[in-house]
């Protein structure tokens, strides 16, 4: 049974920082692009970034510079680190991971965390 499960969401100042972490578990993920993504109430789902097996990365234009992915291959697990945060970055954040052409296309992803709220008061 395939798993993605985020942790270290929170609630922070502006300006403040967090680290989300997703572990990853129930087959290997070689090969696979690793992405978070985020969900506003009220709004769509929206890409923030994703790292593919080879290490190519790409940001969302709001979080660029911000932001950081990571991926640790042995422990199938990839982080978040988040720095500057804005109120506006306020949302549900998703690990997702997939066999994936456009990295920020949602719905080509396989696999889905729960989701870890990030709130940042202003």
């Known amino acids: 049974q395939v798993q993605l499960v985020e942790s270290g969401g929170g609630l922070v100042q502006a300006g403040g920082s967090l680290r989300l972490s997703c572990a990853a578990s129930?087959?290997?993920?070689?090969?696979?692009?690793m992405g978070w993504f985020r969900q506003a109430p009220g709004k769509e789902r929206e890409f923030v970034t994703a790292?593919?097996?080879?290490?190519?990365?790409s940001y969302a234009d709001s979080v660029q510079g911000r932001f950081t992915i990571s991926r640790d291959y042995a422990k199938n697990t990839v982080y978040l680190q988040m720095n500057s945060l804005k109120p506006e970055d306020t949302a549900v954040y998703y690990c997702?991971?997939?066999?994936?052409?456009?990295?920020?296309?949602?719905?080509?992803?396989?696999?889905w965390g729960q989701g870890t709220q990030v709130t940042v008061s202003s």
């Open positions: 129930g087959r290997t993920f070689s090969g696979y692009v």
């Open positions: 997702a991971a997939g066999w994936v052409a456009d990295t920020e296309s949602h719905s080509q992803y396989d696999y």
């Open positions: 790292i593919r097996w080879s290490g190519s990365i």
